[in-house]
């Protein structure tokens, strides 16, 4: 009877998309951020094993990857909460009225930019522009861009997300 | 279905053209769907589906739904469109299909009808944004079908690079990333530069807040900035490009990466382009979300993978850029302009716009303005009729108290001066940029202190850290403008805050801290009894600061 090769593990799956990536750019030391937008698409957040990996395989020096890695605003080396919310700070956003958002989810939720609430469910995030100044204030609240907001409505969301 | 276009030469592009043509006017009916993110984010993919649904439920065959690009009124979206009896449906929701359908033909749907004939349709001058709206941006045949790649065509086949280059120049085109660097001169630079091998780079990394022609551009018709992007390279003699693209626009990304693929396929990009001997690749690099990207060097850098921190210039990108050859960097809206320039002929170009501005420039609208969205206007245009006419005014009654243009590097133009023309000295002039093209109007409500401050903190967390005037001088004078707004300031203060913008202006590095002062220095200029008011008498003009914290100290 023929043996089929064990299933790959979700670890095997994540580091495949990885190589998948780099060998696409040759193993260029150039296709490093390339690299880290996949890193942080599969496994949700830079870690510091994975961040090792990548330096070694594109013969780039660790203290280098590390860099580019806190340079970058896309680019996060904490782990996210089961839940996004994306504020947008723009200036379209900033003139309509996106503080009093901020400032109701940190009030409520005890979460500064950055950061995710003691049980992991809610990321809070905030963006430079989402280019969706028509609708502003707008957040992209778990992939979906939502426009001209209130702070009620902001909370609203973010408490169904606790009790789902 | 169609198969898809196959190795093109310059004569197969009119046959293609024709058919795709003829394909479109075998349909009575088109109705276009905006597909940009604007009116997808407000669910045009659904009144897209549904309106295909009930197309088919009615057994109509002689109608087409198009997905499109923008259409500018993003404020009136999701927008639709039928062609021909150019008939413009707002805000139309998913259950309105039906409604549609059935009065195809006759009389439109009073209640969604959008009026054409307001300024916001007619004072508009649309040359970059001719096709947006106009053609379904993930086909090739629909772009080839209103002259695109036309021009490629003409180039490689009747042109030599310096011709190009030569009405390139006299059509006075300058930069539209902002600071208006002639774009002839630019190419010729580039074309004189020894090297054996040179780059094409497209700017793509709008990083303006509340800046997105870009993003629309290349949501809408990215065929017109790839073949801008091949003339170019085809003039300097370069072989291989890049378009460095913000990772926050995916959509813009998919469509572009469609296009780079039909276009590969049809042999206009790619080796042997249109059978000649020219080959040009282009590839794509995410941003990361670094607004000093924006800055040549920076965005080099970055492309070569490390941080993005600038280096000082010269020697400029045009004599070492990429990987230390010559290299050409020109913003989308630029390339976009390329086309229609060889297609019309430089004088016709000229012709519009001042003296030293030619062409026309796109703005995205937004802030406190009854019309948001996308508009393109001839340079020169006063900026009261952007905001009055075209914009509609300020809506609940407000007055206009200020036009910010330029983003974190320009400045606020203070509403008695709304008779300013917008082309890129008389900016200057006044203490803003051109910049990119974002236009934020604001509204009484709006605390001039505050919004320097908010553009201050941009500024100071954008700062790349290399150069120490930008990375201090930033933070101080943030911490400076916060005690301002918190009533902790004095007079000294006002004067320090001179001082520092003096400084960080003369001797950072790169554009970002010389500009960086700019919000600060037309604000203090134009609005400085607001500046008094808040360190003199702790109050707010606008109603905005709290002075809470101050008050209970002095009682204390």
């Known amino acids: 009877m023929m043996q089929s090769a064990p299933p790959l593990s979700a670890e095997e799956k994540r580091w495949r998309m990885v190589t998948a990536t780099m060998r696409k750019n040759g193993y260029a030391p150039d296709a490093l951020i390339e690299t880290l937008h996949t890193v942080q698409n599969a496994y949700g957040y830079l870690d510091t094993t994975t961040l090792r990996a990548v330096a070694n395989a594109l013969h780039v020096p660790p203290s280098?990857?590390?860099?580019?890695?806190?340079?970058?605003?896309?680019?996060?080396?904490k782990p996210e909460g089961r839940h996004r919310c994306i504020l947008c700070q723009g200036t379209a956003c900033y003139i309509k009225g996106s503080q009093p958002l901020l400032e109701?989810?940190?009030?409520?939720?005890?979460?500064?930019?950055?950061?995710?609430?003691?049980?992991?469910?809610?990321?809070?995030?905030?963006?430079r522009c989402l280019g969706s100044c028509s609708l502003a204030p707008a957040a992209i609240l778990d992939h979906e861009v939502v426009g001209n907001l209130t702070p009620e409505h902001v909370l609203d969301v973010l408490k169904d997300w606790r009790t789902v | 279905m169609t198969h898809p276009i196959q190795a093109l030469t310059p004569d197969d592009l009119p046959r293609v053209a024709s058919e795709a043509q003829a394909e479109a006017n075998s349909f009575e009916h088109t109705i276009h769907v905006c597909t940009a993110a604007g009116c997808l984010s407000q669910r045009s993919d659904q009144v897209k589906q549904n309106l295909?649904?009930?197309?088919?439920?009615?057994?109509?065959?002689h109608c087409r739904v198009?997905?499109?690009?923008?259409?500018?009124?993003?404020?009136?979206?999701p927008l639709v469109s039928l062609r021909p009896e150019k008939t413009l449906y707002q805000k139309v929701q998913p259950e309105d299909a039906g409604a549609i359908i059935e009065h195809l033909g006759n009389a439109p749907v009073a209640r969604l009808e959008c009026?054409?004939?307001?300024?916001?349709?007619?004072?508009?001058?649309?040359?970059?944004?001719?096709?947006?709206?106009?053609?379904?941006?993930?086909?090739?045949?629909?772009?080839?079908?209103?002259?695109?790649?036309?021009?490629?065509?003409?180039?490689?086949?009747?042109?030599?690079?310096?011709?190009?280059?030569?009405?390139?120049?006299?059509?006075?085109?300058?930069?539209?990333?902002?600071?208006?660097?002639?774009?002839?001169?630019?190419?010729?630079?580039?074309?004189?530069?020894?090297?054996?091998?040179?780059?094409?780079?497209?700017?793509?990394?709008?990083g303006d807040p509340g800046a997105f022609m870009d993003r629309s551009v290349l949501e809408s018709d990215p065929h017109r900035v790839l073949e801008g992007m091949t003339i170019a390279a085809y003039s300097i003699g370069a072989s291989e490009g890049y378009i460095y693209i913000r990772?926050?626009?995916?959509?813009?990304?998919?469509?572009?990466?469609?296009?780079?693929?039909?276009?590969?396929?049809?042999?206009?990009?790619?080796?042997?382009?249109?059978?000649t001997a020219f080959n040009f690749h282009v590839h794509m690099r995410l941003g990361a979300g670094a607004y000093v990207c924006g800055e040549e060097t920076a965005?080099?850098?970055?492309?070569?993978g490390k941080r993005g921190q600038p280096r000082p210039r010269p020697p400029y990108p045009a004599e070492s850029g990429l990987w230390h050859s010559p290299t050409l960097i020109n913003n989308v809206e630029t390339y976009a302009n390329i086309a229609p320039i060889l297609a019309h002929g430089p004088d016709w170009f000229a012709g519009i716009g001042t003296e030293r501005s030619k062409g026309t420039k796109v703005f995205a609208l937004a802030g406190k303005i009854v019309n948001t969205g996308l508009i393109e206007v001839p340079m020169g245009t006063p900026l009261h009729t952007i905001i009055q006419d075209i914009g509609e005014g300020i809506p609940d009654g407000q007055r206009c108290k200020a036009v910010q243009t330029g983003g974190p590097s320009g400045g606020c133009i203070p509403a008695d001066y709304l008779d300013t023309p917008v082309d890129y000295e008389s900016l200057n002039a006044m203490g803003s940029i051109m910049g990119s093209g974002g236009m934020?109007?604001?509204?009484?409500?709006?605390?001039?202190?505050?919004?320097?401050?908010?553009?201050?903190?941009?500024s100071m967390s954008e700062s790349c850290g290399k150069c120490l005037p930008c990375r201090m001088g930033t933070t101080e004078m943030y911490e400076l403008l916060t005690r301002i707004v918190k009533g902790h300031a004095s007079l000294a203060d006002l004067t320090l805050l001179q001082e520092l913008c003096e400084t960080v202006k003369q001797t950072s590095l790169c554009g970002l801290g010389q500009a960086a002062p700019n919000p600060l220095l037309s604000t203090m200029k134009y609005f400085n009894d607001e500046y008094l008011a808040h360190i003199i008498r702790h109050t707010c003009p606008a109603g905005l600061c709290h002075f809470a914290e101050t008050e209970q100290e002095a009682q204390v």
């Open chain 2, 299 to 304: 965005l080099i850098a970055s492309i070569e």
């Open chain 2, 247 to 275: 990772a926050e626009y995916p959509l813009a990304i998919k469509r572009l990466q469609t296009a780079i693929r039909q276009a590969e396929r049809a042999q206009l990009l790619g080796r042997n382009i249109l059978g």
């Open chain 2, 440 to 458: 934020i109007v604001m509204d009484e409500h709006s605390c001039m202190v505050d919004v320097a401050r908010f553009f201050m903190e941009f």
């Open chain 2, 52 to 61: 295909e649904r009930e197309i088919h439920a009615h057994g109509i065959a």
């Open chain 1, 64 to 77: 280098q990857v590390y860099g580019v890695a806190t340079f970058y605003h896309a680019f996060t080396l």
């Open chain 2, 115 to 206: 009026e054409t004939d307001r300024p916001f349709f007619t004072q508009q001058t649309r040359i970059v944004l001719a096709n947006s709206g106009e053609i379904d941006p993930e086909r090739l045949e629909d772009s080839i079908a209103v002259g695109g790649y036309q021009q490629l065509a003409h180039v490689l086949t009747d042109l030599s690079p310096n011709q190009v280059i030569e009405q390139i120049m006299h059509s006075g085109l300058r930069g539209r990333g902002g600071a208006g660097y002639p774009t002839g001169l630019k190419w010729s630079t580039v074309a004189k530069a020894r090297g054996e091998r040179k780059y094409v780079i497209c700017n793509a990394d709008e």
């Open chain 1, 104 to 127: 109701a989810i940190t009030k409520t939720y005890h979460i500064e930019p950055g950061e995710t609430t003691e049980d992991g469910e809610i990321s809070l995030l905030t963006a």
């Open chain 2, 66 to 77: 198009k997905g499109v690009g923008c259409m500018g009124l993003c404020s009136a979206g």
